[in-house]
């Protein structure tokens, strides 16, 4: 079983594999990768430590776990991508005719955009040598309120660079999207981040630990 293969069961909420589900994700897998193009842009930017929150280019993220993770951190790279709206598209139209392929698409389509966002913190490592990456961080996740999409669409310039946009409750459109923070330091650290750094240890897509 591939990589991505365990992050769809886990986005599944942990699923078993059997025959007929091992299928219908390879199937998607191929649609995936055949018809949608990731896109993503990062920036790299001074950043102020507070016990509190991190205030960036005028921008102040209220967030005590955000603090912790960047903790020796005097730069951050901001970090958004997405799948496009032909992935929204497509999760609609399974959603009306075949809903097991669309929970399948649902959940490969977040694997889809983890994998992608690997790939630009590989990027990022290439040019940064000498750093050390902090666990991404994202608005609405811990304490950091999902408002502060707000912010990071400013900082990267989200609607003109990838034709993003913000709902009343900051959902962003296309949905298949996410930003992140990545805190970058001179020392390594062990700060926890995605599962192990979560408080809700009951989440059914919660990644197993060996």
């Keep these: 079983m591939t990589a991505f293969e365990r992050e769809v069961l886990r986005y599944l909420g942990n699923a078993a594999p059997d025959a007929r589900l091992t299928a219908l994700i390879a199937s998607v897998e191929a649609e995936l990768r055949r018809e949608v193009r ?41 970090a958004a991508a997405t799948l496009g709206a032909e992935a929204d598209r497509r999760l609609r139209r399974y959603a009306a005719v075949d809903l097991p392929r669309a929970a399948v698409w649902q959940a490969a389509c977040a694997a889809y955009l983890e994998e992608y966002l690997d790939e630009m913190e590989n990027a990022l490592r290439a040019e940064a040598p000498g750093l050390y990456l902090r666990p991404r961080f994202s608005p609405g996740y811990g304490d950091l309120d999902i408002s502060n999409q707000q912010a990071m669409f ?30 970058l330091s001179a020392q390594p650290c062990r700060a926890a981040g995605g599962c192990a750094g979560c408080a809700k240890t009951d989440c059914p897509s919660r990644r197993r630990e060996p």
């Design 38 to 78: 990731p896109r993503g842009v990062r920036r790299r930017l001074n950043i102020a430590i507070e016990e509190s929150g991190m205030t960036v280019e005028g921008f102040r993220f209220a967030s005590r776990a955000l603090s912790q993770n960047l903790r020796g951190c005097k730069e951050a790279c901001f």
């Design 154 to 183: 400013a900082l990267l310039d989200l609607e003109k660079r990838l034709g993003l946009s913000l709902t009343p409750a900051w959902m962003m459109l296309p949905e298949k999207s996410v930003t992140a923070i990545i805190g």
